[in-house]
C-alpha cells in the first residue's frame, strides 16, 4: 500500500488524556490548553475551573489535515466515558462536524468509551451523515485481566456494532490496512510482534469466539496506529496505547514506508506497571528512528516519560496532556 499522501499541515486536537498540564513550557508547535482558551476569547476573560477541561485515563484527539483548499479531519478514540468527552469538546470550542472518519485504536474501554456520545454529537452537527467507523473485528470481545487470586477483572466492552450502527456507524470492520480521507491518512492493520522483548499486556484475557470461556489475550492483536504524512517533515505516527510494543510499531511503520523518513511519534507508550522493566530497552532501540518529535501521554507513565527525556533532551520531547493543540 502507498504511503499516505503528503499533506500541507497536520492539527491534532487532543480531546482526553490521562494528564493536565497548562503550566510546563512547551515547543512552538504546542499550544496549551489554558494558551487554547486564551485565544479563543479574546480581550478579558476569567481563568476558571468552569472553563477547563477534565483528565482521564484514557486517549482521545481530533486530527486534521490540510492540503490546497481541503481541510479533512477524523476522530481517533474518543477517552473512556461520556461526560468528559462531552465537556472537553465544548469546553474546547471544538466542533465536531467536519468529523468525517471514526478510527478505534483497540478494543479497550478507555479508547472507545465514549463512542455512542461522539457519533450522537458529530451526526448533530453534520445534518445527521452517517460516519464511517474503522475498526478490527476482535475489538468487540469482552476483556478481563486475571488477578494474581485467580479472578478475572472485567473491561467495560467497547460498543457493539450493533449499537454503533443504531447510532448511524458505517462500520469497517477489517483486519486490513486501510487508507481514510481519500489517502491523506493510514491506518495500519496487525502489527507483527518482532522484538524480543515487548510482550503486550501481561494477565489479559478474552471471551472466546463461542463466549462460553476465556482464552489469553496478551497481544491484544487488534491494536492499530495511524500514520499521517507532512510534506517538508515525513510521517507522524499516532499510536494510542502500544500494546504492539512501541518499538514493534515504529519497526512496522518504518518497514511499511520505507522511502518516507519518520518524524513524530505520538500516543500513549505503555510502559507502566509490569512494562517498566523494558523502560531501558525501549529508549534505547528508539534510538535508530531518528524522530524529530517524541509525543509520549495517556498510559507511558512518568518513569518512561522521565527516561525518554534523559535520552533525547527537552527539544524532542513534547508530552501529551488533555486541551493541548499539536501543529506541524
Ligand atoms: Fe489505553
Known amino acids: 500500500m502507498d504511503a499516505p499522501q503528503a499533506v500541507e499541515s497536520v492539527e491534532i486536537q487532543i480531546l482526553v488524556d490521562n494528564v493536565t498540564d497548562s503550566l510546563s513550557t512547551v515547543p512552538s508547535f504546542v499550544e496549551t490548553e489554558w494558551a487554547g482558551l486564551g485565544r479563543r476569547r479574546q480581550g478579558s476573560w476569567v481563568l476558571a475551573g468552569s472553563c477547563m477541561c477534565c483528565a482521564a485515563h484514557g486517549l482521545s484527539c481530533v486530527i486534521t489535515v490540510r492540503k490546497g483548499a481541503a481541510a479533512r479531519t477524523l476522530l481517533f478514540d474518543s477517552g473512556p466515558e461520556d461526560a468528559v468527552f462531552e465537556q472537553n ?61 485467580g479472578s478475572m477483572r472485567l473491561l467495560e466492552d467497547v460498543p457493539s456494532v450493533e449499537n454503533l450502527m443504531a447510532y448511524g456507524a458505517e462500520v469497517v470492520n477489517t483486519k486490513e490496512p486501510q487508507l481514510l480521507l481519500d489517502g491523506m491518512a493510514y491506518v495500519s492493520g496487525e502489527i507483527p510482534r518482532v522484538t524480543g522483548f515487548e510482550k503486550g499486556l501481561p494477565g489479559q484475557h478474552r471471551k472466546t469466539l463461542d463466549g462460553r470461556s476465556w482464552e489469553l489475550d496478551e497481544l491484544v492483536m487488534d491494536e492499530r496506529f495511524l500514520v499521517l504524512h507532512v510534506g517538508n517533515k515525513g510521517l507522524i505516527v499516532f499510536t494510542a496505547c502500544s500494546h504492539a510494543g512501541v518499538i514493534n510499531v515504529l519497526k512496522h511503520a518504518k518497514n511499511s514506508f520505507p522511502d518516507v523518513p519518520l518524524f513524530a511519534l505520538i500516543g500513549g507508550f505503555h510502559l507502566t506497571g509490569s512494562n517498566e522493566r523494558i523502560i531501558p530497552e525501549t529508549v534505547e532501540a528508539m534510538r535508530e528512528f531518528d524522530l524529530a518529535v517524541i509525543a509520549p501521554g495517556h498510559c507511558t507513565g512518568w518513569r518512561a516519560v522521565n527516561a525518554l527525556a534523559n535520552a533525547f533532551g527537552d527539544s524532542k520531547l513534547a508530552p501529551l496532556a488533555v486541551g493541548k493543540r499539536y501543529s506541524f
Not at 124 to 136: L, Q
Request: hydrophobic fraction near 40%; charge should be positive; proline fraction near 7%.
Open 89 to 149: 469538546v465544548s469546553r474546547l470550542g471544538v466542533n465536531l462536524g467536519p468529523v468525517e472518519t471514526i478510527v478505534l485504536s483497540h478494543g479497550h474501554f478507555d479508547h472507545g468509551g465514549a463512542m455512542l456520545r461522539a457519533l450522537q454529537l458529530i451526526r448533530d452537527r453534520n445534518g445527521g451523515r452517517a460516519v464511517p467507523y474503522y475498526a478490527h473485528p476482535d475489538m468487540f470481545r469482552t476483556r478481563a485481566t486475571k488477578m494474581p487470586n
